[in-house]
């Protein structure tokens, strides 16, 4: 049962341009989003959050939106950077149990 | 460097071998928890620790799997008569309360030959 899932295993992008990354979940108890981004050989690393009480959350060119009445939510990566090149896993909880369960991941490819 | 330290970075073991992992988390961070990840595959949850009480074990973790955390602060996880499945990223990860993002280690890498 993939209660969070990214149906996009690879996204391609030119330097400059907008990356756009989708997750979907199925559990209505998450209230708490998170991506993280990982380059081989290293362990996820943090990038930005949401809180169900919240539809946006910005954090310099990373922007992630949350619809939760669809279940969705996305990361915004604008201009988009050939070091932004790496595994994108978007994660869930509820938050008084700080458990995430992730995403299969999207690999970003960013063309200089 | 204060981050997730875990040792070793890889293990090369055969099956039906036991081997222990080390996590040393943030030091002010109370909670720790330990996942896997498979190739193409996002990190599964496998166990997490408040202090050094251990809250939640997931199904994914058979009776082969054991996790401890003696005195709230390190851990270490140890996997018995090892087999060709156990192959896997382990990652840790601890966080200072159960509202803030997990903060990941660089991860073991076990290869069961």
């Known amino acids: 049962d993939q209660q969070v899932k990214q149906n996009s295993p690879s996204l391609s992008v030119q330097e400059g341009r907008i990356s756009i990354l989708n997750c979907d979940y199925t559990?209505?108890?998450?209230?708490?989003f998170l991506w993280y981004k990982k380059y081989p050989a290293e362990g996820p690393t943090f990038l930005i959050s949401i809180s169900s009480i919240k539809d946006k959350n910005e954090d310099g060119r990373f922007t992630v939106f949350l619809n939760k009445s669809a279940k969705h939510l996305s990361l915004h990566i604008v201009p988009s950077q050939p070091g932004d090149s790496a595994v994108y896993f978007c994660a869930a909880s509820a938050r008084h149990t700080g458990k995430l369960i992730f995403g299969q991941g999207t690999t970003l490819q960013v063309k200089p | 460097d204060t981050g997730v330290s875990q040792n070793p970075r890889h293990k090369i073991t055969k099956r039906g071998q036991n081997v222990t992992f080390r996590c040393d988390p943030i030091s002010e961070h109370n909670r720790l928890y330990w996942y896997r990840q498979t190739l193409g595959q996002g990190p599964e949850f496998l166990t997490y620790f408040q202090n050094e009480a251990q809250l939640e074990k997931s199904r994914l973790l058979s009776d082969r799997f054991s996790a401890e955390r003696p005195k709230g602060s390190f851990s270490t996880l140890e996997i018995q008569r090892t087999e060709q499945g156990d192959s896997a990223m382990y990652l840790c990860?601890?966080?200072?309360?159960?509202?803030?993002?997990?903060?990941f280690g660089n991860g073991t890498r076990l290869t069961v030959t």
């Open positions: 559990n209505s108890m998450f209230d708490y």
């Open positions: 990860a601890s966080s200072l309360a159960s509202d803030g993002p997990l903060h």
